[in-house]
């Protein structure tokens, strides 16, 4: 059963970095590509970042670029996303997934909100 445990969302002020985590567990994490996607009240959820399975690609939304950093960490199962000069519009939950042939699969998601 594919699952997903994300943390390290929070209160920042602009400006201000996070770095969120997401452990999965119930697949063979080292062979899927991972993918980070975000959802701001009212708005449809959008992706914001993307990485293969061994880590050797990745791409951004323009909107993050040069700010933020997906990787992973295949040997601990973890996925992470470091987010750097934080801005307002960058306040959203912050969700990990992973699309399988049987589905894609869904965190639960972590508040950032950016914020003075």
């Known amino acids: 059963q594919v699952h997903f445990v994300e943390s390290g969302g929070g209160l920042v002020q602009p400006g201000g970095s996070l770095r969120l985590s997401c452990a999965a567990s119930?697949?063979?994490?080292?062979?899927?590509?991972m993918s980070w996607h975000r959802q701001a009240p009212g708005k449809e959820r959008e992706l914001v970042a993307t990485i293969t399975s061994l880590g050797g690609t990745t791409r951004y939304a323009d909107s993050v670029k040069g700010r933020f950093t997906i990787s992973r960490d295949n040997r601990g199962n973890t996925l992470y996303l470091q987010m750097n000069i934080l801005k307002p519009e960058d306040t959203a939950v912050y969700y990990c997934?992973?699309?399988?042939?049987?589905?894609?699969?869904w965190g639960q998601g972590t508040q950032v909100t950016v914020s003075a």
């Open positions: 119930g697949f063979t994490f080292s062979s899927y590509a």
């Open positions: 997934s992973v699309e399988t042939l049987r589905g894609t699969y």
